[in-house]
């Protein structure tokens, strides 16, 4: 009777000694925490985005601007000459502006009908080719040009198209003329342009009645004001 009693003693401690152990072992893989994956891959992605300090281009808000421009102007069967004026605009929109100009050449050169007549066309008066005119423009492809890493300037291209009179050998002619140019910002108020323009008008000059393209380039400065 005893031999059993004692088995049973036995048998409860046995258990009791399992059960204890089986506890501690859960405990224990519950307060691990789990390993990393070696093998786990970066993400291809980084959220974190770096945030760079961007400064605004600073644009005189003036309408105004004035310019000052020297160039080469070709007066059809006079050759080529030097050319200097002003320009005066009003800029009505962001994109449209209205224009004012006036400009002068040199004596221009004799032409060749003249050379090899030896006469000259004007009849002694004034050589010199003088012009003004009122255009509309209109400011297109607005952008940027960068200059290293630090300097941003900027720019656009534009197109301008209006009408005027034009005086040349005493005599006044109604003249239209149209091309285009590109400005560069150089600071909040100060511009560069180079613009190509082209003054049409008929001429009777050479005794016979034609249509003249007269082209000039011309390189300016303008001030915002």
């Known amino acids: 009777m005893e031999s059993r009693i004692h088995l049973l003693f036995l048998r409860v401690a046995v258990l009791t000694l ?20 070696a093998n786990a891959s970066s993400p291809v992605i980084d959220p974190r985005i770096e945030r760079r300090d961007v400064a605004p281009p600073k644009i005189d808000s003036e309408d105004f601007e004035i310019t000052g421009y020297y160039g080469m102007m070709s007066v ?47 009849f002694g008066s004034d050589r010199k080719y003088k012009y003004y005119d009122l255009s509309l423009g209109y400011n297109l492809l607005p952008g940027e040009v960068f200059i290293g890493k630090n300097h941003a300037f900027n720019s656009a291209f534009y197109v301008v198209a209006g009408a005027g009179n034009t005086t040349f050998h005493d005599e006044d002619m109604f003249t239209l003329s149209f091309g285009g140019g590109y400005r560069l910002l150089l600071t909040d108020a100060i511009g560069l342009h180079f613009d190509v323009r082209d003054h049409l008008f008929d001429d009777d000059i050479s005794g016979e009645d034609k249509a003249t393209n007269n082209i000039e380039f011309t390189l300016g400065l303008s001030w915002f004001f």
């Open 18 to 37: 399992l059960l204890a152990v089986t506890a501690g072992c859960s405990l224990l893989g519950r307060s691990r925490e789990p390993a990393e994956d």
């Open 76 to 122: 059809e069967d006079f050759g080529t000459n030097s050319v200097v004026g002003a320009r005066l605009a009003y800029h009505v929109t962001e994109g449209l502006f209205a224009e004012a100009t006036y400009a002068q050449t040199s004596d221009v050169d004799k032409s060749s009908a003249e050379i090899l007549g030896n006469y000259d066309l004007s």
